[in-house]
């Protein structure tokens, strides 16, 4: 049986969706970094949470993700044969957000994170996911993509979260608790 490893990255350069092999610094492979490991909170997330739709609609957002790592992992000259988001998948998020905040009650103040387990876990994916965005607008100002929409797909992401995290504290019994002053 040939090793899990393949020390092709010893030298600080990986493969991508293009020719050759670029550095693990670059702003592509920080990029599809920083969504990768947005996923795996999401997964920490779901794992925690008790809430079957809130367990639903975080599997979905990461099955989502896979596909937007594709695209941030293809140069421009491969793009548009990975090109896998599309406004479908903006909508569907548009369209949670809004059954969830039928659900639920939101508060005027900000919320402190840590409600619970599962909403203080769904809170830190979403700040990753907001750097997630901020690495994937890099991208786009340096040309290195070009589609507008992963850029929207994640801001969209980082309002579903904010609900989710909203709708899970308040429908497994915890309280929220607000930032304004005692």
Request: proline fraction near 3%.
């Amino acid at each position: 049986m040939s090793p899990f490893y393949t020390s092709d990255g010893d030298q600080g350069e990986t493969g991508y969706l293009g020719k050759g092999r670029i550095s693990k610094s670059s702003l592509r492979i920080e990029s599809v970094g920083s969504v990768d490991e947005a996923n795996a909170a999401i997964g920490l997330a779901r794992a925690l949470c008790a809430n079957p739709k809130s367990q639903m609609v975080l599997l979905e957002v990461q099955k989502h993700l896979y596909l937007l790592m594709t695209e941030l992992s293809a140069s421009p000259e491969t793009a548009a044969q990975f090109d896998r988001l599309n406004q479908d998948h903006i909508n569907w998020l548009e369209e949670q957000i809004e059954e969830l905040e039928d659900a639920v009650v939101l508060p005027r103040e900000f919320i402190i994170p840590g409600s619970s387990p599962a909403s203080g876990a769904i809170d830190l994916a979403r700040t990753i996911v907001r750097r997630a965005e901020r690495r994937a607008v890099s991208l786009l100002e340096a040309e290195l993509i070009k589609k507008q929409l992963l850029i929207a797909y994640l801001n969209r992401l980082s309002s579903l979260l904010f609900m989710v995290e909203v709708y899970e504290a308040l429908n497994t019994g915890n309280d929220i608790q607000l930032a304004k002053e005692t």
